[in-house]
Nanobody, 115 residues
Framework: QVQFVESGGGLVQPGGSLRLSCVASGSIVSIYGIGWYRQTPGKQRELVARVINDGRTGYADSVKGRFTISRDNAKNTVYLQMNSLKPEDTAVYYC?????????WGQGTQVTVSS
């Protein structure tokens, strides 16, 4: 079973950018869809971006136009480019499949947007 390791988070000022990476422990070629999720204390984990293995992408309304998801099957990696960051984007970000049974959740990567 593939597991994912997230990285790239950090502290950034409002309006800034970050690029998150999600590296899989094995091949992601056969995985239909992979998504980036985020969670803040006391709230449910939410799917903010997804990429299908044919390249189609989808975004939550809250991040549309600011976030871009991409996948590099050769590197078994999924990226999340986050621009124009807002304080409300502060969360722990995770990646996982978007359908079927979730793989074990990783540690995630903390993104904090604050001045």
């Amino acid at each position: 079973q593939v597991q994912f390791v997230e990285s790239g988070g950090g502290l950034v000022q409002p309006g800034g950018s970050l690029r998150l990476s999600c590296v899989a422990s094995g091949s992601i070629v056969s995985i239909y869809g992979i998504g980036w999720y985020r969670q803040t204390p006391g709230k449910q984990r939410e799917l903010v971006a997804r990429v299908i293995n044919d390249g189609r992408t989808g975004y939550a309304d809250s991040v549309k136009g600011r976030f871009t998801i991409s996948r590099d099957n050769a590197k078994n990696t999924v990226y999340l480019q986050m621009n124009s960051l807002k304080p409300e984007d502060t969360a722990v970000y995770y990646c996982n499949v978007i359908s079927g049974k979730f793989t074990p959740w990783g540690q995630g990567t903390q993104v904090t947007v604050s001045s």
